[in-house]
């Protein structure tokens, strides 16, 4: 299931980040190195790169997945050929980095990047990224149930009215 939930987020990354590098170049702005340096250090301390590591894993894997479903038989090849391929495109990362950081620089000016920047260097920054992923847990646990009893007296309103207008249900 994990596995799924990795390729369907690399698959989503991919298509955002195709779209972004799409774009028109007339509407770019041209970063400065400075403004770049500064965001790649902001991509950097925030780990946001770290929701971008699953996606070469995650599209080798799908493709040898789909070259299984075509030959069980394949799979040690396969195997073989996916551990290289890993070790391969792994500098890859670098490019979608680079992407990442150049968007950064056409959202916020550079003095607004530094600022950023040290918010998350400082303490309360650094509490914030190391608390973030337990709060959006916990988060999304509390609008799971909330949605459930939403759904459930959502239900139980319609059924009432139903029957008020005759539905036998």
Same mark, same amino acid.
């Given at each position: ?60 894997? #799908? ?5 299984? #479903? #075509? ?99």
């Amino acid at each position: 299931m994990r596995f799924l939930q990795v390729i369907r987020g690399a698959r989503l990354a991919a298509f955002a980040l195709s779209l972004a590098v799409a774009a028109p170049a007339a509407f770019a702005q041209q970063a400065t190195p400075a403004a770049m340096a500064t965001a790649k250090e902001l991509i950097v301390v925030t780990n946001a790169n770290g929701l971008f590591n699953p996606l070469i894993n995650g599209v080798i894997e #799908q493709a040898k997945l789909l070259y299984l #479903q #075509q030959n069980p038989g394949m799979a040690k090849d396969l195997n073989e050929i996916t551990a290289k391929m890993r070790a391969e495109m792994a500098p890859r990362m670098s490019e979608l980095a680079d992407e990442v950081a150049r968007l950064y620089t056409t959202e916020f000016t550079e003095p607004e990047l530094k600022d950023i920047l040290a918010f998350y260097k400082s303490p309360a920054g650094q509490k914030l990224l190391a608390k973030q992923p337990t709060v959006i847990d916990n988060s999304m646990k509390f609008a799971q149930t909330w949605a459930n009893k939403l759904s459930d007296e959502v239900m139980g309103k319609m059924r009432d009215e139903l029957k008020k207008r005759g539905h036998a249900l």
